[in-house]
């Protein structure tokens, strides 16, 4: 049993060894790592400072011409200006009439004054529409419908001569209405 004792003992030994040094690769790693991180940072922060100088150089440069002076001068011309172009427009844009006072009542009656005049006109003028009803009438339905014989003829022409005498009639009655409302 000691053989097995010696040689437990002996790889116990092995693992604890094996155990530090993979501990020591460990801390050894993290170290690098940490290295790696540092070094990337003060990289980083170079190219940042060099960023930086060349952005105040090219402020200096492009201020270098400028003061505080100069740009309130500037914003003095600017306000001034925009202020003419505000008068300019205003001035463009009021109305020629502004002092002029219209009453619209006035106007619609001398509208509805102009409209009665061009009414008049066309109901003085020589031609007079005259209204035809569209398709047959009643009678002429109830006279189709009956028979369509030539007894019913002498019918229908009885009732175009009286229709053309009431349109006749109420010709003669629209011009005595045009006469009277020319006076």
Do not use: W
């Amino acid at each position: 049993m000691r053989v097995r004792g010696t040689a437990a003992t002996a790889a116990l030994r092995r693992k604890k060894v094996t155990e530090q040094e993979l501990e020591r690769l460990q801390n050894t790693r993290f170290q690098l790592e940490m290295q790696v991180n540092t070094l990337e940072s003060a990289s980083f922060n170079a190219e940042n400072m060099a960023a930086m100088k060349k952005a105040a150089t090219a402020l200096q440069h492009i201020h270098g011409k400028l003061t505080i002076d100069k740009v309130d001068q500037t914003m003095a011309e600017i306000q001034e200006q925009t202020q003419l172009a505000n008068e300019v427009s205003e001035a463009i844009s009021t109305s020629t009439y502004a002092g002029v006072d219209i009453d619209e009542d006035e106007l619609k009656a001398e509208l509805a004054e102009y409209e009665q005049d061009e009414l008049n006109e066309r109901l003085m003028a020589d031609h007079v529409p005259v209204h035809h009803p569209a398709g047959p009438s009643r009678i002429e339905d109830s006279t189709c419908s009956r028979s369509r014989s030539r007894a019913a003829r002498p019918l229908t022409l009885a009732l175009r001569a009286e229709r053309q005498a009431v349109e006749d009639d109420e010709e003669a009655q629209l011009k005595e209405l045009q006469a009277a409302l020319a006076m």
